[in-house]
């Protein structure tokens, strides 16, 4: 009986064999070699989509081989397949704001003190070190620093058009003599394409509040905004004249306030210092949620 059984299947195997070749044979080849590459492909991909949790701990230099590797494939699929989410936050600010010192408080804990004026951009992908210690999936963090010297600020548009989030360091003990330096800056990057289109959010981030005579972030609020207000009307006034913005900023007629910003703008507190950067982290982590 069970014989019978297996030569009956030996013959159904055997017919399934000759359809398939023959449907093979209909095909034109061109179609049949892409239908194997997209099964290959997709195969491959699913294999290498995810490493074991042990390829990956926890650590700062996500550059170790297996998750390098992991990345690549990572960027890959998703280019292929769907939209990334990105997890770059970019610092920005006039020189000396304190970015530097932001960045080494978010990547080691420490402020690095010392640091001189920045003749490149420090970038880096970490784990932020206040989740270095967390269990389970934490996302590495792309976190880029372009210096505040204006002929460096053009290295602000390579890395926009990517950007989860623009976090602007505001000097808050030094903020009223820079206060047109700064509104410029601001007025600069919520004009840029790449932020009005994306409606990248801002963050605004007053810095050094461990110095008693900083100001307070509320009046450094309202005192930019006024400020862009009349930046605006004398640039809508100039519009013909060389400083033209790539997109126009607020509801014409009223006085400019950050919340009339396609994109989302707040305000917090940080010292880099004393590693007071909590908001700054809740900032980030509302922006580049974890895996
Ligand atoms: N009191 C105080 N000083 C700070 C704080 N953060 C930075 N500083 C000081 O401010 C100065 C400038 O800090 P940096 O981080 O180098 O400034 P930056 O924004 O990177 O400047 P550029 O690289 O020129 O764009 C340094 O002397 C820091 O020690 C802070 O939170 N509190
Ligand atoms: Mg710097």
């Not at 990572?74 to 704001?97: D, Q």
């Not at 304190?98 to 804990?109: A, H, I, N, P, S």
């Not at 940080?270 to 922006?287: N, P, Y």
Request: proline share 4%; aromatic share 8%.
């Amino acid at each position: 009986m069970d014989r019978e059984k297996m030569e009956e299947l030996k013959i159904q195997f055997h017919r399934l064999l000759n359809q398939t070749h023959e449907f093979v044979h209909k095909v034109p080849p061109t179609q049949l070699y892409a239908a194997i590459g997209a099964i290959l492909l997709t195969t491959l991909l699913l294999i290498i989509s995810k490493p074991a949790p042990s390829q990956c701990p926890n650590e700062n230099l996500v550059f170790s081989q297996p998750c390098a590797k992991f990345e690549f494939f990572e960027n890959l699929s998703f280019r292929l397949f769907k939209h990334r989410s990105s997890n770059t936050i970019v610092l920005a600010g006039l020189s000396g704001s304190g970015k530097t010192v932001l960045y080494y408080q978010l990547r080691d804990g420490s402020s690095h003190q010392g640091t001189v004026t920045s003749m490149e951009p420090n970038e880096g992908t970490f784990v932020l070190h206040s989740e270095v210690t967390k269990k389970g999936k934490v996302k590495p963090v792309h976190i880029v620093d372009v210096p505040g010297h204006s002929r460096l600020r053009p290295k602000l548009d390579e890395f926009l058009p990517q950007a989860a989030g623009v976090v602007f360091v505001v000097d808050s003990v030094d903020f009223l003599p820079n206060i047109r330096a700064a509104s410029e800056y601001i007025y600069e990057i919520l004009t840029k394409t790449a932020v009005v289109k994306k409606k990248t959010p801002l963050l605004l981030l007053c810095n050094k509040v461990d110095k008693v005579t900083a100001h307070t972030k509320d009046f450094i609020r309202k005192q930019l905004e006024k400020e862009i207000d009349k930046l605006r009307a004398s640039r809508t006034a100039l519009s013909s004249a060389d400083i033209t913005s790539e997109n126009s900023l607020g509801v014409s007629g009223e006085t400019f306030t950050f919340s009339q910003c396609v994109n989302k703008v707040t305000v917090s507190e940080a010292s880099g210092l004393t590693g007071d950067v909590a908001q700054l982290e809740q900032f980030i982590r509302e922006h580049v949620k974890h895996k």
